[in-house]
């Protein structure tokens, strides 16, 4: 889109009306008068969205799985090139025309590589797939036998039918086929090892853990379904809308479980995660239609259809294609929903007139029951879009975006009841059409200003999984060392406080800027950019140092009682540090209990900020992620290919 952009730009410069219209874009007072102007402007300096959309390709699925082939198959054999094949195939998979050999090729293929890494159920699956389809006979002896290897390692012996399938089809194999001796004598040790009276399996390491309980509020609050009554939304000129407490809070407290509006998935987790539940899966199946979707079932593939899919499908690939941003899709897929809960666009205008009109800016959003509702369109509709704070540039930049997005929904889905013809100057007329441009545009203002990371723990690191749209965490300001965390759950988002908080104090976030990794300049410079506002926190007001300057506590008190104490809580900490690191936590929940009273010491007998609270912070947000969502690679068992 920059090249779009730079175009239109050179075009407006040629014909000396630059100026003229930045001054009359200027003037527009509402998001759907910004885009009826830039729709106009597209019309009349032939800015026309023109792309395929990178549709269903069988040569570029056989390029995709041949790629994945040099790899795996002949190339080093270890975990990193076993993850590289299997986001080749599953590509492969994703480019590969529904129904046709290709995308049958593609299942069989990545189901040699799931083998190789342990994914036996997964293993099963891609099998089961591809001969479903149009896989071609004289391999299918080789897949009737890697699912009985699998079958037996899963110590499910009950194979015999698999194994006749498995020689019918070698049976029809012709004599020529330099692979039938090979596969004849797999069948012949197979057919041995489910005779033997001790069966010799191997250690799939294949424990399906269940996933640690939702933690819990403590008690509910009465305008916020997801919160604890610890907390309430006030406002105020300077704050805007914010978040205090209403009695003292504890370190570890949980004060919110918030299941988002919605959800999305980062486009570069695409082939490693399901678009709709965003769990790891590799083995996902595409969207029979598009090249951007992959579930991890079909029964997310349908759940996403009905929910929103159904139009973005025609639209994400060629918004993809111009290098759209997550945030843009993101815009769109708000969109469509706030329109099916509304019941369409007559009945969304009404929805929003009421948000428009209601004067109490604390409760602007709440739903007629008098709460904030997370699961609820109007209660992300009245996030802050900062729209009065935001360049001219800015703002155009968003609109030329939207409109895009616009052509792409009128002309190439039914969302508007038919698909629209491709004319410009119709669509910036078509009142419908511009008014859900608004609400997009509205959208690209709000995502950069409130929404979240739904992230995940790879390694010794936190990540982003996704995008989440939390109405009641939005409203938490920030500060660049924040009282509570933030903590990522396969399907809700986690608040649990990290330092003592007073009654009538805030509740801080952080929004990705924190003093120990980033100076104050620089922090600020970057949070006004973003957020539009100069940060007041205490680290900002007395420019704490980073983390490498920062001093311990053994300088730092001076009571020779208080440096007990501290000594006395922390003596455990190194090997807690050690466990964190190693990821070995789970069954040792008093790891948990007992930073926490270190966090409770270190703010009662040190002054801030302590090289050592830091530390002990840090540990502790490691340990709640180890519990959240993790991205785990698989590993390379002893097989022989």
Known sequence: MDKIQDTLNTRLIVAGKHHELTDRYKKLKTDQERVVFTLNVMQEYDIVPTTTGMPKNAKESEKLREQGNQVFVKGIFNNTTCIDALKLYTKSIAFAPYPSEQLALGYANRSAVLFHVGLYLECIQDIDRALALSYPDNLKAKLYLRKTECLIILRNYSVEDILKEAQYWLDKMSSNDTSREKLKAKLDNLRDKTVQTELRTMNTDAKISEPPPLPATQSHNNEVPCASDAVAIKYNNRYGRHIVATRDIDPGEVIAVEKPYSLILMQENMQTHCSNCLRVCWANVPCNYCTYAMYCSEECRIIEWKKCHDIECAVFPPLIEYAFYNLDLFSIRLAVLALREAGGITELRTMLKEVDEHDDPRTKGFSRDGKLHSDRYISVYSLVTNTEKRSVSDLFKRSLDTCFILY?????????????????????????????????????????????????????DCVERGIAAMPFFSLFNHSCDPNILRHSRPKHIVIYVMYPIRKGE??????????????????????????YFTCDCIPCQEDWPLYHELQSCNTLVKKPEDKVKIKKALRKFNIYVDLATKGKVHDKSYIIEDLLKMVRVLHNCAPMPCHEMSNVIETLKRVYDLYGNIYEIPQVRTHRK
């Open 408 to 460: 792409f929904l009128a002309t190439r889905t039914v969302i508007f009841g038919a698909k629209l013809p491709e004319d410009l100057s119709a669509l910036a007329k078509n009142n419908d059409v511009t008014f859900f441009g608004g609400l997009i545009l509205r959208h690209q203002q709000i995502i950069p200003s409130n929404m979240h990371t739904f992230g995940e723990t790879q390694g010794l």
């Open 506 to 531: 805030q509740l801080l976030d952080n929004y990705g800027k924190h003093y120990a990794i980033t100076p104050r300049a620089t922090r600020q410079q970057k949070l006004l950019k973003q957020y």
